[in-house]
């Protein structure tokens, strides 16, 4: 199995990589297939008009998460790691006022997102509870082609078809992946056990297994695609805590990354301050991302845009605050951090709509600590352990945002997540690899804990912190 590292992390903008991210890229493709001669239906004459349905969390926390947006914008031939944060919004008014997408390469389409964007509030479709129907239709009205898509979590688009076949039964759980077999991948792990027993028989790290596979596949460019990831997350921390205001949406949430972290730069150096702080460094780190990510801003998924500002604080906090940190080790904690990843997406969902928040902040957290064990010298095993116990320490981790914003808990939910992942990593490497669960088996238990979750708590904000949230 091989998922890259620019598969798990990919620049986007916000609020969410399955709700805005996805559904971007989900219209690029059905632009794609128009563009195509051998799609089409006997009788149809050319494309004229589109039309697009949004199903279980898409409907529920749409608007929210600003799911019609990424539509439109997506119909009109934009993509979400080059698409403009600040023109997004003029863009869509314009749409809204012409009641026309022009995308490249076809002729102007007719697209009204109040009448041809639907929010169906009915029963997900089959498959995931992420789904999206487009069509497109002649100048008669007659259908001429239609996809269904699924967005399963960190920006991860696949058709029906090919969720279908991607599909396999293990012990009666459904486990669904885009992660795909690559030949010339030296390491080809799908497993936590898998990793560990290629890391003893090759007398490798998985930072530099998970190097040997990226660099079959990216050659010389991978360091440079590395550092513009890094670089990415980084710009995202320094936005996030230079802005000041309220964050849209209606909630009238105030951001606090700014103020926070100019409290704690005055504070530097004095002897005055409690041991604690470091928490406070991580936390404004990882708020200062998911702030960013609210309010529209660009991110890297991390392996979501929910989850995303988990990794970044932890890298930050490596390189600011940690004795002897080097490129070299931001570089490690970022090939290891989408090793694991991987193997959760593999083997089971980094989708809140489909596990809960355990499957985006658990795992950026696992992940995390994971990245950061290995650059702070950890063993193979202390890797493994410290990525099951940022983990296990998530099960059961509800994704249930106030009024569908990534807001309310999720801002602080990043906050804790890091500081989760430092624990973890700490703890693993005060250890000598040896623990009780083997993260294979935690993975395996987040994805069952997911299954059998209530879907009010899946990102439908039907439940929850959603529907007990003080009167205004």
């Not at 007398?203 to 990216?218: D, L, P, V």
Request: glycine share 12%; with cysteine; net charge negative.
């Amino acid at each position: 199995m091989f998922l890259s590292v620019f598969e798990i992390f990919k620049v986007g903008i916000g609020p969410s990589s399955s709700h805005t991210i996805g559904p971007m890229i989900a219209a690029s493709r059905f632009l794609d297939d128009l563009r195509g001669d051998e799609v089409g239906r006997p009788g149809a004459g050319r494309p004229a008009a589109l039309s697009v349905t949004l199903h279980g969390s898409l409907a529920f926390t749409g608007k929210g998460h600003a799911t019609d947006r990424a539509v439109t914008l997506g119909l009109n031939g934009l993509l979400p790691d080059t698409l403009d944060p600040d023109r997004a919004g003029d863009m869509e008014a314009g749409i809204r006022l012409s009641g026309t997408v022009v995308p490249e390469g076809l002729e102007p389409l007719r697209f009204d997102p109040e009448t041809d964007l639907v929010f169906d509030y009915g029963p997900p479709l089959d498959g995931h509870p992420n789904g999206l129907v487009f069509r497109a239709f002649d100048k008669a009205g007659i259908l001429y082609h239609e996809e269904t898509y699924f967005s399963v979590g960190g920006g991860f688009v696949v058709t029906e078809s090919e969720l279908r076949t991607q599909e396999n039964d293990a012990d009666g759980l459904t486990q669904k992946s885009t992660g795909q077999e690559v030949k010339d991948c030296p390491y080809p792990f799908a497993t936590a056990k898998e990793m560990l027993a290629m890391g003893a028989a090759s007398g490798k790290t998985i930072a530099e297994m998970k190097r040997a596979n990226e660099h079959a596949i990216h050659g010389e460019a991978l360091d440079d695609r590395l550092k513009a990831i890094w670089q990415a997350m980084d710009g995202c921390i320094t936005r996030g805590l230079e802005q000041e205001g309220i964050l849209p949406g209606g909630l009238k949430v105030k951001r606090r990354a700014k103020a926070i972290y100019d409290k704690l730069c005055d504070e530097r150096g004095s002897n005055m301050a409690q041991p604690h702080v470091v928490n406070d460094w991580l936390s404004v780190y990882a708020m200062a991302v998911n702030e960013e990510n609210a309010a529209g801003g660009r991110v890297v998924t991390s392996p979501t845009n929910g989850a995303a500002g988990v990794l970044p604080a932890i890298v930050r906090y490596y390189r600011t605050h940690c004795v002897g940190s080097t490129d070299k080790g931001v570089a490690d904690i970022l090939l290891v951090a989408a090793a694991i990843g991987g193997l959760i997406k593999y083997n089971a969902s980094i989708s809140g709509a489909e596990v809960g928040c355990q499957g985006e902040v658990g795992s950026a957290a696992a992940m995390a600590a994971a990245g950061l064990c290995a650059a702070l010298g950890g063993t193979n095993e202390q890797v493994e352990n410290a990525a099951e116990i940022a983990l296990e320490h998530h099960l059961g981790m509800t994704c249930d945002p106030a009024a569908g914003l990534v807001q309310v808990p999720c801002i602080e939910r990043n906050a804790l997540g890091a500081i989760k992942a430092v624990s973890a990593a700490s703890l693993a490497l005060r250890g000598d690899g040896k623990h009780f669960m083997p993260l294979d088996n935690c993975i395996q238990v987040m994805l069952e804990t997911g299954r059998d979750m209530s879907q009010k708590y899946k990102e439908t904000s039907t439940g929850g912190i959603a529907v007990n949230i003080p009167e205004c």
